[in-house]
């Protein structure tokens, strides 16, 4: 099995930052895309952002120019760096990988985290 475990969720006031992780570990060969998806209250989740294991990204519209996604491959960890924050960025922010989990093995598995609240004040 593998768990994805993000941690850096908190209340912050509009114009503020914070910072996003989530690690990945179990049996895992190696990791596609790794990405960042949101879910607030009375809406579908969507992408945020995500990040290839080249280190190709993409980005949602809304969050284009504020948000930064990156990797570390080795730690298989993937951050979202969250810079002039919004009330309307206020969700439950879910991690998702596309995993591999053995070198012989064609099928990919995809892995969500249990979700860290960002809560973002006028």
């Known amino acids: 099995q593998v768990q994805l475990v993000e941690s850096g969720g908190g209340l912050v006031q509009a114009g503020g930052s914070l910072k996003l992780s989530c690690a990945a570990s179990?049996?895992?060969?190696?990791?596609?895309?790794m990405g960042w998806y949101r879910q607030a209250p009375g809406k579908q989740r969507e992408l945020v952002a995500a990040?290839?294991?080249?280190?190709?990204?993409n980005y949602a519209d809304s969050v284009k120019g504020r948000f930064i996604i990156s990797r570390d491959n080795a730690k298989n960890t993937v951050y979202l760096q969250m810079n002039s924050l919004k009330p309307e960025d206020t969700a439950v922010y879910y991690c998702?990988?596309?995993?591999?989990?053995?070198?012989?093995?064609?099928?990919?598995?995809?892995?969500w985290g249990q979700g860290t609240q960002v809560t973002v004040s006028s």
């Open positions: 998702n990988a596309e995993v591999k989990r053995r070198p012989y093995e064609r099928l990919t598995y995809n892995y």
């Open positions: 179990g049996s895992i060969f190696s990791i596609n895309a």
């Open positions: 990040i290839t294991s080249g280190g190709t990204t």
